[in-house]
């Protein structure tokens, strides 16, 4: 679909292979993203409206904190059933706003129209003199690494859809935290050589920064830091742990590459990130259990 819209429409000067595009602005850049949420494939059972109002904002806060962008506004356009409650409508906006106000800034605009449920969100953001962190750059032998815990999300997923009580969890896929602080830590740094946001999984993401730069991974099962919940789920549900830890979306941690040499510097920024692997030549690949597998594009 993206291709054969980019083949309709002139090639733009500034564009990129991001989430979020970076514009030139007398001596800074801009960055700007948008994306859209709806009722039918984002809100699942037991979500409320202000968690969907906080989501449509945190998937586009968390496309800036790939890049490194300091957030400065968003606008939301909503198309909303006409028997919407007022009360449901301003629930979907404090969400927004709830999320925005996290990143420090503000609602400047936006726009409300008829429809079927769709809340779609542009997110601005400023670089204040760093180099944004963009998808391409990683190079063989640089570490991989993520911020926080992985599954969480997906675990959430299952536990409202069996009404497990894990409030932790569902708070992960309901509301989750974009990594702006982190992002804007790590693009101050100038180490880093590739980034990229988790919303559609590590191993879309992974084999999405691999595609770009030509290159192979090996990630460590040992070494990802999974959530508890994981285990927890997978125990009481009887369903694979890989998939829930690699291949779900709904997360919105960062995976980042950088030299081997930076690691002590990168720490020592107060960012909480586990090391899980090597940029390597070709393939991408899991270890687990002495056994290398190929990991590919996930299911979400």
């Known amino acids: 679909m993206i291709s054969m ?18 514009m030139p602005i007398g001596r800074d850049d801009l960055v700007v993203c948008t994306d859209s949420v709806t009722f039918e494939r984002h809100m699942p059972e037991g979500m409320t409206y202000e968690q969907f109002g906080w989501m ?16 400065i506004g968003v606008v939301s356009a909503l198309l909303l059933p006409k028997d919407m409650e007022t009360s449901q409508v301003c629930e979907i906006m404090t969400g927004v ?3 925005a106000e996290f990143c420090n800034c503000h609602i400047v605009g936006g726009d409300t129209k008829p429809g079927n449920g769709v809340a779609s969100v542009t997110a ?14 990683a190079r063989v032998g640089d570490v991989i690494a993520v911020t926080g815990e ?43 050589s590739s980034c990229i946001d988790l919303s559609d999984g590590l191993a879309t993401a992974l084999n999405t920064i691999c595609s770009m730069n030509g290159c192979g991974a090996i ?11 994981v285990d927890e789920v997978c125990s009481r549900l009887g369903v694979p742990d ?8 709904g997360e919105y941690e960062l995976l980042f590459t950088f030299d081997r040499k930076d690691a002590e510097t990168l720490y020592e920024l107060g960012v909480d990130f586990s090391m899980i692997g090597l940029i390597t030549e070709n393939d ?17």
């Open 5 to 22: 819209i980019r083949g309709c429409i002139r090639a733009a000067p500034c564009a990129t292979d991001d989430d979020a595009a970076v």
């Open 284 to 300: 991408v690949v899991l270890h687990r259990d002495e056994k290398y597998e190929a990991l590919g594009y996930g299911c979400y």
């Open 242 to 249: 890989r998939e829930l830890t690699i291949g779900w979306g």
């Open 219 to 229: 990630v460590e099962w040992d070494l990802l830091p999974r959530s508890q919940y």
């Open 124 to 137: 601005f953001g400023v670089m204040e003199g760093r180099r944004p962190m963009t998808r391409k750059g």
């Open 97 to 99: 706003d709830e999320c």
């Open 56 to 71: 449509a904002a945190a998937v586009n806060m968390s496309d800036l904190a790939a890049m490194g962008a300091t957030p």
């Open 150 to 192: 992985l599954g969480a999300a997906a675990a959430g997923f299952l536990a409202l859809a069996n009404k497990f009580d894990m409030p932790d969890a569902v708070s992960a896929l309901c509301a989750p935290i974009p990594r702006v602080e982190e992002g804007i830590a790590l693009s101050s740094s100038g180490l880093v």
